[in-house]
Structures are given as structure tokens and as C-alpha cells.
């Protein structure tokens, strides 16, 4: 870790984002309205449950496999529980995996969220004198499965005021979570669709062309998942405008993103954050009209910095270490992102450190192959990897779906237009789907 070096916020632009953004949030919650509940458990997703059953109750609050439920109904089936220390929430996409977590933060206890596909995992202990709280497990770059207890705080909700901000959430209005809702981004839009009144739709499996009829039945929603899930959704051809598509949870392709605006119009944005620091960018619509992929700006209460190997700041336009320092605090820690700035102080993630190949001693970021290949008409997802070889180290291997028919010379043509020898693919396979973490973020080791 390194020192954050002083600096003076811009102070009205926290406390306008601030009070704009919480002011939408505590009209939408109106916590007065169960004050005890409010202050035995915080704005929980049990505090969260309760008060959207009491503000409208026959609102639909989860359309999931099983059908529709009420908030009414949601606080029903979440009202009784068993008090506990740390209990494991092991449930897919769906009303179980709300009212298990909602009925562990009742009974006052941490809830812990699993993976359904994941092995059993050490949850570890609770805090002494902790209240309830959701703990989300990461796996990180090395697909270890570990728990992250993140302090709350008042200053976490600085950087989620910015999201508040801009991203156009409302009562009634359909938010479509695409992700697991047992990882952050899914459990925290989760929260937001129950804070404002949105009636939540999940799916245990995901589908795209499930999704696209739903988003052609329902003009206006809101759509929220990683890159490749919201770009298989695009590529079922749906065209429908929708208020906002937040994207969030891995790197969003250009060409990516350019596809989304054609399916859904101008209402894409785009998060970056983690399991350790929460949100910490938001990309809108405008920034990413100006510069597709970007991760945009640091949110209030955040500051990034790129930094080289010796932890100096460098220049924009220049690739380094991406470093965040979150909730107002005074140290940064290293993402594990190499990312630059442009002039316009928007961020750019270029690949993860641990995701960088070395072929005959040259670095290759595979977003950087990926985008190239992308930018053909007829490839519809990319995905490159590192095979090992004895005299380079590694070779660069280009998994392509195909959107129509070509082969994989006309694609080595077209990469070496736009990259150096380098970084050019030595093979092209041609697969149907490409293979992707439970998180449906992409899986590029090759074994």
C-alpha cells in the first residue's frame, strides 16, 4: 500500500452529487416510516423489504422462475427467522436466495453469499459487537474463494451517490439483473431495485433470448450484467429502447459497447469496482459515446491514480498500475489492473496483470488482440488465450464465434492491419459459445 497524497475534493461537487443522489434514495426508502426497524439494522436489505412493504405493498417486487410476488407477499415469507452468528447463503437466482438473506439479516445475523457451484467454504466468524450485514465472497484473480468483511461505514454511500446521480432507477419501472446475485454487483443492484420500488427479475439460468422477449415486452427498463452476458442479449437482435443498460463487473469492449447502444439506444453506462473497495467509477452514456470502453470518472469519495512500477504517477495516455483509494480514506491499493487516463480524465482498464501474456518475450493484453479481432463484421465474441510453448513461452490462441461465415485467414488478415506482429494470433478456433466464470465473467485459463 502506498500514502494517498493530500488533496483538496472538490467540494461542491461531493455535496451536490451527495445530496442529490441520497436525496432520491431517502425519498424512495422513507426510513421514517419504520424508524425502529431502521435503527435496529441500518439500511439493509431487510430494512429495505420492510419499508417497501409498508410504502406499497402490492407493488411486484421479484419476477423470478416461480412467478411474481408482492412486496407484500416478500415480507411475508421473510418475517420469521432463526437467530444466528454467520450463516452461508448457498441459492440460486431467485426467491430463495432473497428471503434467505433477507430472514438471516433479521435475525440479526452476517449472511455470507456462496456460490451454488462452489465447494464448501470456511465462513469464517463474526466480529464482536457487529450488527447483521451481508459478506460477499471473492475469488479474486487466483479462483480462491475468500470472504471480504467491508466495515460499514457512512462514507460507503459517498461513491454510490454518484450512481444515484445519473442512473435514471424508479418505482415501477423493470430492472432485469442478469448476474449472480451472490456476487457485489448482483446483491447491490439487488438492493437498489428494492430501495426504489422496481419490480426485480431474475432468472435461475440465464437465457438471452428469455431476456430479449422480456426487454421487447417492456420498453424502458433497465438491464444490468457483465459484457458478455449483455452482449449475447444484443446479439439475439433485439432492438428496444431501455432507460439505462449498466454494465459492470469486467472489461467492456468498444466494439462491445457500440453494439449495445445500436440494441438498446444511448442509456449504456459502465461501473468498475471490486468486492474490496465497492464502486468506484461510473462511465455514462456521453463518456462512452466519446470514449467506447471507458471505466469514466472516479466517483465522490474516490480517487485513482496510475502508477509505474516504482509508484510514480504517469502521464495520460501511458499504461501503469491502476491504483483506488475508496471512502474518503487516506491509503490506495493496487487493483491488480493495468489501466491509463486520457486527457479528459477518464480511466481505461487495458487488461489484468495476472491476464498478460509473454510470447517470445513480448507483453500481450488479450483485450487489446480482442478488440482487434471484434472490429470485424463477421466475428461476434473473441476470446484469447495463452497456449504454452516450449520456445516462446506462450502463443496467442484467438477463440472466435463466429456471426456469419468466415475463416480464419481472412481474421489473421484483418488482425495484422490493426496490430503489431506480436501481438497477431498464431491460431484461430472457431467455438459456439465462449467459456465463462459463475460469475459470467470470462474464463481464459487453459489447462
Not at 459515446?289 to 501511458?318: F, H, N, Q, S, Y
Not at 487489446?368 to 473473441?382: C, F, G, I, K
Not at 502463443?395 to 485467414?409: N, Q, S, Y
Not at 492491419?417 to 497477431?424: F, H, I, M, N
Amino acid at each position: 500500500m502506498i500514502p494517498m497524497k493530500s488533496g483538496r475534493c472538490d467540494t461542491r461537487a461531493v455535496a451536490g452529487d451527495v445530496l442529490i443522489g441520497l436525496g432520491r434514495l431517502l425519498a424512495a426508502v422513507q426510513p421514517w416510516r419504520a424508524p425502529g426497524t431502521f435503527h435496529r439494522h441500518g439500511l439493509t436489505l431487510a430494512t429495505l423489504t420492510t419499508l417497501a412493504a409498508r410504502n406499497h405493498p402490492a407493488d411486484t417486487a421479484l419476477i423470478d422462475d416461480d412467478g411474481a410476488l408482492t412486496y407484500a407477499d416478500l415480507d411475508q415469507l421473510t418475517h420469521e427467522a432463526t437467530a444466528g452468528e454467520r450463516i452461508a447463503v448457498r441459492e440460486p437466482n431467485g426467491r430463495s436466495f432473497v428471503t434467505a438473506v433477507v430472514s438471516g439479516l433479521r435475525a440479526n445475523a452476517d449472511v455470507v453469499l456462496v456460490d451454488p457451484r462452489a465447494p464448501a467454504v470456511e465462513v469464517g466468524t463474526r466480529r464482536a459487537g457487529q450488527r447483521g450485514q451481508v459478506v460477499v465472497m471473492t475469488s479474486g484473480s487466483t479462483g480462491t474463494p475468500k470472504v471480504v468483511d467491508r466495515k460499514v461505514s457512512t462514507a460507503q454511500a459517498v461513491p454510490v451517490a454518484t450512481l444515484l446521480r445519473h442512473l435514471p432507477l424508479q418505482r415501477g419501472v423493470p430492472l432485469v439483473i442478469t448476474q449472480p446475485l451472490f456476487h457485489g454487483f448482483g446483491v447491490g443492484f439487488l438492493a437498489l431495485g428494492l430501495a426504489f420500488g422496481m419490480p426485480v427479475v431474475v432468472r435461475r439460468r440465464f437465457h438471452a433470448d428469455e431476456v430479449a422477449d422480456f426487454l421487447r415486452d417492456h420498453p424502458g427498463a433497465v438491464l444490468t450484467g457483465v459484457p458478455p452476458i449483455l452482449s449475447k442479449v444484443a446479439r439475439t437482435g433485439v432492438v428496444v429502447p431501455l432507460a439505462a443498460v449498466v454494465s459492470g463487473g469486467g472489461s467492456l469492449h468498444p466494439v462491445v459497447a457500440d453494439r449495445l447502444a445500436k440494441a438498446f439506444g444511448p442509456a449504456l453506462f459502465n461501473l468498475y469496482g471490486s468486492t474490496e473497495q465497492g464502486w468506484s467509477t461510473l462511465a455514462t452514456p456521453t463518456d462512452l459515446a466519446e470514449a467506447p470502453g471507458t471505466i469514466g470518472r472516479p466517483a465522490v469519495g474516490v480517487k485513482l491514480a496510475i502508477l509505474d512500477d516504482a509508484g510514480l504517477p504517469m502521464p495520460a495516455g501511458e499504461i501503469g498500475h491502476l491504483w483506488v483509494g475508496g471512502e474518503l480514506a487516506g491509503r490506495m491499493t493496487d487493483s491488480g489492473d493495468r489501466g491509463h487516463r486520457d486527457s479528459a480524465g477518464r480511466y481505461f482498464v487495458d487488461g489484468r496483470v495476472d491476464d498478460l501474456i509473454v510470447t517470445g518475450g513480448e507483453n500481450v493484453f488479450p483485450i487489446e488482440v480482442e478488440n482487434a479481432l471484434l472490429s470485424h463484421p463477421a466475428v461476434a465474441d473473441v476470446r484469447v488465450v495463452g497456449v504454452p510453448d516450449e520456445e516462446y513461452g506462450a502463443l496467442l490462441e484467438a477463440h472466435v464465434v463466429r456471426r456469419e461465415a468466415v475463416d480464419g485467414w481472412e481474421l489473421l488478415r484483418h488482425a495484422r492491419t490493426r496490430l503489431s506482429p506480436a501481438k497477431v494470433p498464431r491460431s484461430i478456433t472457431f467455438v459456439t459459445e465462449l467459456a465463462v466464470t459463475s460469475t459470467g465473467k470470462p474464463a481464459r485459463r487453459v489447462t
